[in-house]
């Protein structure tokens, strides 16, 4: 027997109609890449969505197209969003912080025939063009007055722009057509393709706006510093016009005196950015002496946050922090540490543990911890398994793969954490699942072992690696990089662990070396590690 | 093009999976039909409507059969919703307060197989069982000890339940499939039969969970005093899981006394009802001196929330009013009054004005003002039109009717409803369409005349209805009961709106009556009033 409801696609420019409808007067403001601040409205942004989704169609673009956009944070670049939405076309945000040879291969892989690029980003285009084998044209994001001279074909976007007018209804899409991309860059092999739907769009940025995740209204003012080809955007591109919330999007400079500066003046509500953005911010405010006096909340994701950082935003500056949890794959928010009521009243220390975590998950995600053979663990807070997470806006498969093997017999995907989750769904993120070690069945956290490591006043960074062991298949090898001038020896590292971990976590031995590698992005590079020990033997 | 994210259907049962995995303790209160206050959890009333859906499918229950329910809020008739969507199954609230033989029609036009019922209403079943048709079994929301004798084949529900056990996996259904029914007592002709999908009522949760709508969270501890069995239960037997928000239930006793006792016993923080229920808790905490001090918000609707009554919930008792409006067929939520940032700041009398309006739309309901010929009218605040909705929770077409016609030619579905809408997309309805005056081509809002006639001192009630005019197609003709021992002229009466009304809104003739009839609810009833005055004539 059906239901007798209204078919109504759930495709992603019902969400910016909803805005320019119920909200057309509410700001959408940006540090534009030419320099002076830009104010439109979600009305005005939605008539120009439209002049664009009719321009794409005349030169030719269609359904299922891929247009890559190598863009920051403007109104510029939503505007691009739906107007290749509205055509049923694919936006595919490239982060521009890659290699230029892994750029390249990216937009060849997904084919995109448009690139759409900030003048930021000319260069890099200059430098890889001869390597692009899909894209037929450039738009820079800009207008004539600014347009540089190129050796690719390229038009300024506001005059490419001009040539259609706002007379144009979306094209109507299947809700489970592609309606967005974004690569992953893996630490081995190449990236891979996630492509989102309509439907998942428009179900996660609705999962996310309740009030214990994102908790997004009409009078919010968000600033978005976190990249619109960081992960999806983290939503906000979606899940702020759907609240009818302001925007303000930082451009192109994302240091803390121009982070600052438009928090203050746009007298910012909320705002969203990976642990980096706000360690800037907070250097600038000691180092200025300014405040924070209209923030409220500041989530914080993409890496774990630094305890120190949740408590200066909190004690100093009084502002909740939300850390969060997700992934390119998750579309991508996962959880988020708002506070249950059976953890409402914790204070001090006890507050901060429980921040520590990543959170809950909103619904339409569900998690689960399993060991190697995907059996089940219990939700208690201490015990660790593979996380692996179920939704309809989590990824089935990638673009061009083949999709067996991705998800578990349940229709799970792994996320390659590893992590508890206590009783009320507080879920926290233990290690990486291919740094996990493995000792005799059981699992020991190298990210615990390495945090209670720095405790000892001698250490200035420490590493964990698994290696084997003839007996008990891993146990770990702690290596140590010294503060300048201290000597620390092997034991009295040790005995900092004494007490504060099971005695079968103890590292087997410790190693001091002068440096220890990284990743561009500042994380330790274990894969080198255990290249760089795989020879190596514990003592009988 | 295909997106590549996970096939994961919309259907009920996974709120109630979300919310006791992820709020396992979270409590379900209920005032229980035989008395005492009864306690359990998600977790728990998880496990009660798997082990009801083994014992539905045991009975021979399949997926599309109807069940009737008659039954107050408790955690019994939630176990039942469930234990139904659980093998696909749907769960048909029929309104105990409906004349026995409208009770019989509707459960007869349903095809119901079960009837599940309190106690309160075993009367209702004798007097009706010989007429009902397809009823197989009927099962008594009350254990062994408090089963009546019945001339009818019934089961006490608890013994029934223990029947069966809890291992049992939901049945998988299309998202599109049927899911609840609820009749509309429409004033004219028999009820209507909308039907719920499991998508509607998934997607209509979390649109109303967010901050502007219902803004439910899980630290919330909710009250749905609107009964499940009206306009299906405002979706908080939905929303309130999905949240994980605590759920108070006041089973059989609405009285002010008992209401006021759950809000301050269970610290409710969030209660909806109708302007009558609150009415009658008003009346109370001033008889008794009594307060709301955990209370915070209270959701008003059903009808238009009197001006005094959200006057003294937020003036007096320091409770914030969100006034909504809805229907049976919109699942039913369809605005909320929460306040943007254009009218924020707004106080006293400006407030109330504001408050006064039904609210503005979340998103994935969209409204359209529109005259006879179904031309948009602008959202301007005071040009009103037919109200039109379109949505995912939107009915598309009743049970066993005919679809042609419901719908108009965009899809937007007629809600009977006459209304307004501002710039900022704020609602108010003026009148119900077939109530509106069109005189000479413009609409004359009755409901708004009969409010400025209430302004008179001698006036005790006022009607207005449209009567046939040579000319003007209608005129409005002014029926007014005086209060007891005054004799008001028509000219005084009819000075009233001057100045207050535009000319060719004054009604052209007044009328004095001793009583002016009523529905069974309390409304007026105009269709007899039109009958009575059909061949009244306007002097020339």
Redesign the interface.
């Known amino acids: ?8 696609s ?1 495709t992603c420019p ?2 910016l ?2 805005a320019a ?6 700001a959408v403001v940006s540090r534009s890449v030419e320099g002076p601040i830009h104010r439109t409205t979600y009305a005005e942004l939605r008539q120009r969505a439209l002049t664009l989704a009719k321009r794409f169609q005349r030169y030719g673009l269609t ?2 197209d891929r247009v890559a956009t190598l863009a920051w944070n403007t109104w510029r670049h939503m505007e691009t969003w739906y107007g290749l939405l509205g055509i049923g076309a ?1 936006y595919h945000t490239v982060n521009p912080r890659l290699f230029p040879d892994q750029i390249a291969w990216i937009i060849n892989h997904a084919e995109d025939r448009l690139l759409v690029v900030d003048l930021t980003f000319v260069p890099i285009v200059e430098a890889i063009w001869k390597d692009l084998t899909s894209v037929e044209h450039v738009i820079v994001l800009t207008d004539a007055a600014h347009m540089p001279e190129t050796s690719f074909p390229a038009s300024p976007y506001e005059e490419w722009l001009a040539e259609a007018d706002a007379d144009f209804a979306w094209v109507e899409v299947d809700e ?4 967005g991309m974004c690569y992953t860059s893996g630490t081995t092999g190449n990236p891979k393709g ?7 769009n428009v ?1 996660h940025a ?2 996310v ?4 995740m994102l ?5 919010d003012r968000v600033m978005p510093v976190v990249p619109l080809f960081h992960a999806n955007g983290w939503s906000l591109a979606f899940s702020c016009p ?3 919330a ?1 925007m303000i999007m930082p451009g192109p400079r994302m240091d803390g005196e121009a982070i600052w500066e438009l928090l203050d003046t746009e007298k910012v509500s909320l705002t969203a950015a990976v642990p980096t953005v706000w360690l800037m911010l907070l250097q600038y405010l000691e180092k200025t002496g300014r405040t924070l006096p209209h923030l409220e909340r500041v989530v914080i994701g993409g890496s774990a946050c630094p305890r120190a950082m949740t408590k200066a935003f909190e004690e100093v500056y009084d502002v909740r922090v939300m850390h969060a949890w997700g992934m390119t794959e998750m ?1 991508p928010l996962g959880t988020v540490c ?5 953890v ?1 009243d914790l204070a001090g220390e006890a507050r901060l543990d429980l921040q520590e975590k990543q959170g ?2 909103p ?2 995600v ?1 998690m689960k911890v399993t060991d190697d053979d995907g059996t089940e663990r219990p939700w208690d807070g201490k015990t660790f398994g593979r996380l692996k997470v ?10 061009k793969e083949d999709k067996a093997g991705i ?1 578990d017999e349940d ?1 799970f ?1 792994d996320t390659g954490d590893v992590s508890h989750i206590d ?3 507080y879920m926290q993120i233990t290690d990486r699942a291919k740094d996990v070690i493995k000792s005799g069945g059981e699992w020991i956290s190298t990210i615990d072992l390495e945090n209670l490591a720095l405790l000892h006043p001698d250490v200035a960074e420490a590493a964990v690696i698994g290696v084997a062991h003839p007996k008990w298949d891993e146990r770990p090898l702690l290596i140590v990089v010294p503060k300048d001038g201290t000597e620390p020896g092997k034991e009295e590292i040790l005995a900092t662990f004494e007490g504060r971990i099971a005695k079968w976590w103890m590292p087997n031995d410790v190693i001091f070396v002068e440096e220890i590698p990284h990743t561009a992005t500042g994380k330790i590079k274990k894969t080198a590690l255990r290249e760089q020990f795989s020879d190596f033997t514990f003592e009988a």
Chains 1, 2 share one sequence.
Not at 215 to 219: D, G, I, N
Request: hydrophobic share 40%; no cysteine; aromatic share 8%.
């Open positions: 027997m059906p239901g007798l409801m209204q078919d109504w759930l019902r969400i109609d909803h409808r119920n909200h057309p007067t509410r359904e299922g694919v489970n057509a592609a309606a996630v492509v989102y739907s309509h439907r998942s179900l609705m999962a706006s309740v009030p214990d908790s997004l209204a009409a009078r759907l609240a009818g302001a579309s708002s506070l249950k009521p059976e409402a809950h998950a619904f339409t569900e179920r939704g309809p806006a989590v990824t089935r498969s990638y673009f998800l229709g995907f009783a009320h769904g």
